[in-house]
């Protein structure tokens, strides 16, 4: 099986300005040491008008720490008034693309159809996509959580090679536990992220299923992250709000000791 270095993202959503965001990193960065960047890749989704701040901070101390945009177009370039292009974050040397967060599927109408052009966009400028997927309360209530999920995987990967899924990013957050405080149970985390790596060796293999990352995200915190990261197919933590919190977020980083 291979080896998946566990990746600890920090999604900022629409919070810290350039000048926190410059604070911030400085602040993680002076927080971590050599021994948590070999065990656990690390990274911030600051708003798109941070990004520069953060790569001149990341070029000019080499840091280890990368980062990404928190969506993409998925056009080029042209008259898409408000969007930012994957060759415009490419040339602030994002490594990630966040495509499909609930938050804009829900307050942007995004469809499964629009992800797919996302991701396609995001491999397109050599970009790795953190694709969000994951069901709502009514959903889980009726027990069709794991159907819901991989309906999202499926549309948003469809027509996407082995060997860019072989790279990919996918973060099962389920909607009612984003912001609530209600984190799902580290066996509902390995029900979802299990059945996600099961879709993408149907689809593509057992070898690629097993290189590409799952992440769970939804509340949560240093004090919950070690049992969820027990779990064998869950191989890191999109976070929300504890991410804002440089202590918390280093905690969360060092999930092992917790
Ligand atoms: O992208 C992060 C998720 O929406 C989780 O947010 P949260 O940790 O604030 O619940």
Known sequence: ???????????????????????????????????????????????????????????GDKLRIRYGAQ?????????????????????????YAVIGHSERRQYHNETDELCNAKVKAAYKHGLTPILCVGEGLDVRKAGNQVAH?????????????????AGIVIAYEPV???GTGEVATPEDAQEVCGAVRGRLAEL????????ARIQYGGS????????????PDVDGALVGGASLDVDEFVRIVRFRDQ
């Not at 995987?153 to 082995?162: K, R, S």
């Open 204 to 211: 593509y293999g057992r070898e690629t299923a097993d290189s």
């Open 1 to 59: 099986m291979a080896t998946r270095t566990p990746l600890m993202a920090g999604n900022w959503k629409m919070n810290l300005n350039h000048l926190e965001a410059i604070a911030h990193v400085q602040k993680l960065a002076f927080a971590l040491n050599d021994k948590d960047h070999e065990a656990v890749e690390v990274a911030v989704l600051p708003p798109f008008t941070d990004l520069r701040s953060v790569q001149t901070l990341v070029d």
């Open 176 to 178: 009612w536990a984003i």
């Open 149 to 165: 999920t991989l309906a999202q995987v499926d549309g948003a990967l469809d027509g996407v090679p082995a060997e860019q899924v």
């Open 71 to 95: 969506d993409i177009s998925a056009h080029d370039s042209g008259a898409y008034t408000g969007e930012v292009s994957g060759a415009m974050l490419a040339k602030l040397n994002c490594t």
């Open 220 to 231: 949560v915190k240093a004090g919950n992250v070690a049992a969820i990261m027990a779990q």
